[in-house]
């Protein structure tokens, strides 16, 4: 298993710093598209989408795709890759630097390992988290290849939580840090990871924008609250996820959920904020 291990993590290096290089070379220079969702595509989110399929089908053949661009049904293989060619499109598009190519590889329907490539900022995390799957390996969340853990520290004005533009009513209330938007749901979940931040509220991400970031999140010692189901995993073979979104709140501990979990039940519950 640890041969796989690192297989994966040499494949998922490799490719996500090829695709990137190409990536800087169109960073702000290529028009958008709407698509029917209402977000925005391009010609290289589609050429990075058929990059990375491409090359799993070649390294990994028994391994299925689910992917934002052209798979949406998970399939009904044991190992499943998930994948953002570029999570921050509209970033990407407008020459603002955070924006990356998230990867997840699923087990049996869970997020067990996480590579995300930030090539403007040179950033690029992985991790590990099995939970209950019964899987071994390697263990840890990492930035550039050393180490990374969530916050220890109570909220306060000197910290920082993210938010996505559809999370803004939640400032309707007197909220504990500091407050930023970046428009990347994984960078978002990953500063959690690796303590910049206290937590993140995600509206309406879809799986391929948390399956790269969630065992990074987890192997760092954060948590993520589902907010409109207790369990979203194992996903569900032969379930089309483009339709499907995965409302959530990240925490750098437990102990964090009782402070920021009721400011978002209150405006959920006025129907303000739009999940």
């Known amino acids: 298993m640890i041969y796989f291990w690192q297989e994966v993590y040499n494949f998922c290096r490799q490719i996500t710093h090829r695709i990137g290089e190409k990536l800087l070379e169109d960073f702000a220079q290529l028009e958008a598209t709407r698509k029917a969702d209402g977000s925005l595509v391009t010609e290289a989110d589609k050429w990075a989408d058929s ?43 407008r020459g603002i630097p955070i924006w990356g190519i998230s990867i997840g590889l699923l087990f049996q329907g869970i997020p067990v390992f996480g590579f995300v490539h930030f090539p403007q900022i040179q950033q ?37 939580f993210m938010l996505c533009n559809r999370s803004l009513d939640i400032l309707r209330n007197h909220f504990p840090c500091k407050i930023r938007i970046t428009g990347v749901t994984s ?40 907010l409109e189901q207790e369990v979203a995993f194992p996903l569900t073979i032969g379930l089309n996820y483009g339709e499907i979104s995965f409302p959530c709140l990240a925490v750098a501990q437990e102990n964090l959920i009782p402070i920021f979990k009721p400011l978002v039940d209150a405006i ?4 303000s904020l739009v999940f």
């Open 51 to 93: 990059e990375l399929r491409k090359a799993i089908k070649q390294c990994f053949p028994t391994h299925g795709v689910l992917t934002e661009e052209t798979e949406h049904i998970l399939p009904s293989t044991e190992w499943c890759w998930v994948i953002d060619p570029i999570d921050g499109t509209t970033n990407f598009t």
């Open 187 to 226: 960078y978002d979940l990953i500063s959690v990871a690796y303590g910049a931040t206290l937590g993140a509220i995600e509206a309406s991400p879809k799986i391929w924008d948390i399956a790269g970031a969630y065992p990074i999140l987890r192997a760092a010692g954060g948590n993520l609250v589902h």
């Open 124 to 160: 690029t995390y992985h991790g590990y988290y099995y939970g209950n799957t019964g899987l071994t390996g390697p263990k840890g969340a990492f930035l550039n290849n050393t180490l990374i853990y969530t916050s220890h520290d109570a909220p306060s004005f000197n910290h920082v």
């Open 268 to 271: 959920r519950q006025k129907k």
